[in-house]
């Protein structure tokens, strides 16, 4: 069992920055990789970064590359998204969420790949 937390959330103007942080523990080493979804109201989940815990492979989501960066750090099993360049339509509840199956980095995009989920953090953008 891994349980994850996400913290960092909060309202920013637009063009703005934010950096959200997630916390794993418990089993942590049976992670493959960790990513950030997000859900803003009446619309289903969607994938936003994925990192490799082991290689550090990262894949995002075409709506945030070049603005958001996942990174991580193995020694105190964190992972943070660094959100740059903010805009009203990346409002939204972000997740972490952590899986244990080795998937290609480029297949970690769907829900399904992931198997224990953050409660999740509101980040509103202003404009």
């Known amino acids: 069992q891994v349980h994850v937390v996400e913290s960092g959330g909060g309202l920013v103007q637009a063009g703005g920055s934010l950096r959200l942080s997630c916390a794993a523990s418990g089993r942590t080493s049976s992670m493959y990789a960790m990513a950030w979804f997000r859900q803003a109201p009446g619309k289903q989940r969607e994938f936003v970064a994925t990192?490799?815990?082991?290689?550090?492979?990262?894949y995002y989501a075409d709506s945030v590359k070049g603005r958001f960066t996942i990174s991580r750090d193995n020694a105190k099993n964190t992972v943070a998204l660094q959100m740059n360049s903010l805009k009203p339509e990346d409002t939204a509840v972000y997740y972490c969420a952590a899986g244990i199956e080795p998937w290609q980095t480029s297949l970690l995009v769907t829900t399904s790949k992931y198997d224990y989920w953050g409660q999740g953090t509101q980040v509103t953008v202003s404009s």
């Open positions: 990192i490799r815990w082991s290689g550090g492979s990262t």
